[in-house]
């Protein structure tokens, strides 16, 4: 018996884990209670280093923005007084603070606009294959993050918990061809549902083609969906086209917040919370 | 007794070596490097541990190092569960099999073998996922190619880490 396991181990072990991914595959309908132990292991274990790493990629822009960048203009203006030169880095710092700040305030204002709990959050990792969408933020189930919270910006919606572990959490962006949001267009009314392409823009699907959608009207979530709150920004319309042998139109928006340079959200917590 | 203590101790400290590298490889893929490059293109680097592994390592610690690296990936990205371990499980028993024909011992032979199956896998997971349907066809060919030739070119250095580390460990192309 154990010669028979010693020859073929290989292919004991290799049958094992195929059938074992296959399994996962086919149940892949992720429950909407908890996220896997196995994933929350995974997402607390990189969170540390990844955390520590974006606040040094901070640092290196910060940098970069502050003394690289000015270095050519310090040797043209090498004949200047250095008070100038100290002006000019302490305007660069100035303005990076600005920057942060408006975002900050930005976010702040969100949260005393809204009557519900707000917590922000800071990106601290990305999907790391490329093709999906989505981020690792530094709150977890210890902030009393679960999944399916959305998660918000002040320009509009960013996407949903998608897993949650103690101090980090996945989030699936609005993107991301796995996403669908209930939607209405805010000036006529008209209803559809919102998936992610992929490609930075999303698609509001099942529009039909009587209703009236032109270009830089603005989709609001419809509140239906169970998880977006009635009312928040989704995105502009940026293509529609129609034809008059179809029951549905394409319609393609660009969402309100910018996703693939996101660095601060806020997750939303239900009222009744 | 000196001799059983290294044929324990060799494989295991191989072991964590594997592992550990594979951790840090998936650690760099999920960084957000935007921060600073905003044009950065990211690549599938556990991937080319895969191939490395299924070259050199085609023990079950090997098959399971593979399965992991793709669960590991899976938990910090988007991509639906149990796609990715499975995906390099296949990778890895398609170079056991092509292993009985071509060799692969040179670093261009490797590198060409990243290419084939990171281009393959690539576009796998696209069409099981349906992604395809999400961009146009040009820009997923322009994009898998720019990937895999990436891939390709940053997969002869870490080779030629991965075989210069396997080889004073004993480690020999199996």
Same mark, same amino acid.
């Given at each position: 018996?154990?010669?028979?396991?010693?020859?073929?181990?290989?292919?004991?072990?290799?049958?094992?884990?195929? +059938? !074992?991914?296959?399994?996962?595959?086919?149940?892949?309908?992720?429950?909407?209670?908890?996220? #896997?132990?196995?994933?929350?292991?995974?997402?607390?274990?990189?969170?540390?280093?990844?955390?520590?790493?974006?606040?040094?990629?901070?640092?290196?822009?910060?940098?970069?923005?502050?003394?690289?960048?000015?270095?050519? +203009?310090?040797?043209?203006?090498?004949?200047?007084?250095?008070?100038?030169?100290?002006?000019?880095?302490?305007?660069?710092?100035?303005?990076?603070?600005?920057?942060?700040?408006?975002?900050?305030?930005?976010?702040?204002?969100?949260?005393?606009?809204?009557?519900?709990?707000?917590?922000?959050?800071?990106?601290?990792?990305?999907?790391?294959?490329?093709?999906?969408?989505?981020?690792?933020?530094?709150?977890?189930a210890g902030d009393g993050i679960k999944?399916?919270? #959305?998660?918000?910006?002040?320009?509009?919606?960013?996407?949903?918990?998608?897993?949650? /572990? /103690?101090?980090?959490?996945?989030?699936?962006?609005?993107?991301?061809?796995?996403?669908? +949001?209930?939607?209405?267009?805010?000036?006529?009314?008209?209803?559809?549902?919102?998936?992610?392409?992929?490609?930075?823009?999303?698609?509001?699907?099942?529009?039909?083609?009587?209703?009236?959608?032109?270009?830089?009207?603005?989709?609001?979530?419809?509140?239906?969906?169970?998880?977006?709150?009635?009312?928040?920004?989704?995105?502009?319309?940026?293509? +529609?086209?129609?034809?008059?042998?179809?029951?549905?139109?394409?319609?393609?928006?660009?969402?309100?917040?910018? $996703?693939?340079?996101?660095?601060?959200?806020?997750?939303? !917590?239900?009222?009744?919370? | 007794?000196?001799?059983?203590?290294?044929?324990?101790?060799?494989?295991?400290?191989?072991?964590?070596?594997?592992?550990?590298?594979?951790?840090?490889?998936?650690?760099?893929?999920?960084? #957000?490097?935007?921060?600073?490059?905003?044009?950065?293109?990211? $690549?599938?680097?556990?991937?080319?541990?895969?191939?490395? $592994?299924?070259?050199?390592?085609?023990?079950?610690?090997?098959? !399971?190092?593979?399965?992991?690296?793709?669960?590991?990936?899976?938990?910090?990205?988007?991509?639906?569960?149990?796609?990715?371990?499975?995906?390099?499980?296949?990778?890895? !028993?398609?170079?056991?099999? /092509?292993?009985?024909?071509?060799?692969?011992?040179?670093?261009?032979?490797?590198?060409?073998?990243?290419?084939?199956?990171?281009?393959?896998?690539?576009?796998?997971?696209?069409?099981?996922?349906?992604?395809?349907?999400?961009?146009?066809?040009?820009?997923?060919?322009k994009n898998l190619l720019a990937r895999?030739?990436?891939?390709?070119? $940053?997969?002869?250095?870490?080779?030629?880490?991965?075989?210069?580390?396997?080889?004073?460990?004993?480690?020999?192309?199996?």
């Open positions: 018996m154990s010669s028979f396991f010693r020859k073929h181990q290989n292919f004991i072990v290799a049958s094992f884990l195929v +059938v !074992f991914s296959l399994s996962v595959h086919s149940s892949s309908v992720r429950s909407n209670d908890n996220t #896997p132990s196995f994933r929350r292991i995974i997402l607390n274990a990189y969170s540390p280093p990844l955390r520590a790493i974006t606040s040094i990629l901070k640092e290196v822009r910060h940098l970069l923005s502050s003394y690289i960048l000015l270095l050519g +203009v310090q040797e043209k203006n090498i004949q200047l007084q250095k008070s100038i030169d100290r002006l000019i880095e302490q305007n660069m710092r100035m303005k990076e603070v600005l920057l942060e700040n408006n975002r900050l305030r930005n976010l702040l204002l969100l949260k005393s606009r809204s009557s519900s709990k707000l917590v922000s959050a800071e990106i601290i990792g990305r999907d790391p294959m490329g093709w999906f969408k989505a981020a690792l933020i530094n709150k977890g999944r399916n919270q #959305p998660v918000i910006t002040h320009q509009g919606i960013v996407g949903r918990i998608l897993d949650v /572990a /103690a101090d980090t959490s996945k989030v699936l962006l609005l993107t991301d061809i796995n996403s669908s +949001v209930d939607a209405l267009v805010q000036r006529t009314r008209a209803r559809g549902i919102v998936e992610g392409r992929a490609s930075d823009l999303c698609e509001l699907k099942y529009v039909s083609s009587s209703e009236d959608v032109r270009l830089g009207d603005l989709v609001v979530t419809s509140g239906l969906c169970g998880i977006f709150p009635k009312g928040l920004t989704v995105g502009k319309v940026t293509r +529609v086209m129609k034809d008059s042998f179809d029951l549905f139109q394409y319609v393609e928006l660009t969402p309100g917040t910018s $996703l693939n340079k996101l660095e601060e959200v806020c997750i939303l !917590f239900p009222e009744n919370n | 007794m000196v001799c059983v203590t290294a044929e324990v101790n060799i494989p295991m400290k191989q072991f964590f070596f594997f592992l550990l590298g594979g951790l840090f490889l998936v650690l760099i893929q999920a960084i #957000p490097w935007y921060y600073v490059f905003p044009q950065v293109i990211q $690549l599938n680097l556990s991937f080319v541990f895969v191939i490395f $592994l299924a070259l050199y390592r085609p023990s079950p610690s090997g098959w !399971f190092l593979a399965f992991l690296l793709g669960s590991l990936l899976e938990a910090l990205s988007g991509v639906p569960p149990g796609l990715l371990p499975l995906i390099n499980l296949i990778a890895f !028993f398609l170079i056991r099999v /092509a292993r009985r024909i071509v060799l692969f011992e040179s670093l261009l032979s490797q590198a060409i073998l990243v290419f084939a199956l990171s281009f393959s896998a690539d576009l796998s997971l696209l069409i099981i996922t349906k992604l395809v349907s999400a961009y146009p066809y040009m820009v997923i060919l895999s030739l990436l891939l390709m070119a $940053l997969s002869m250095p870490l080779f030629a880490i991965f075989n210069k580390r396997a080889y004073s460990q004993g480690l020999v192309l199996k």
